[in-house]
């Protein structure tokens, strides 16, 4: 008997190969019906604004098969806890910010 057990199916790339985006979303939004997807994302205060972190952004907001987001917020003060609340808000899941 080997020293390793995967009991369920394991996605790889030639798995990938044959499905566009569209429909791998479409499968997750699915999926989420019985088994909620919830993204945590970390997030240093000095991130806030950069075009990396917009760029992110723009991409959660088209997502729609998340069931919930967590950000991990370090180093912020009071202004940058603010800001980040204002950058999160008008996501389609709803945000929850952990101030570290």
Do not use: W
Not at 3 to 16: E, G, N, R, Y
């Amino acid at each position: 008997m080997s020293d390793f057990h995967q009991p369920a199916a394991l996605v790889t790339l030639h798995l990938l190969e044959d499905k566009s985006g569209e429909h791998l979303e479409a499968g997750l939004e699915d999926f989420t019906k019985e088994h909620p997807i919830a993204l945590l994302l970390p997030c240093h205060a000095g991130e806030l604004g950069a075009p990396g972190l917009e760029k992110i952004l723009g991409v959660l907001r088209e997502v729609r098969y998340l069931s919930s987001i967590f950000v991990g917020l370090d180093a912020a003060d009071d202004r940058a806890f603010d800001f980040a609340r204002r950058e999160f808000s008008g996501l389609p899941a709803p945000v929850c910010l952990l101030r570290n």
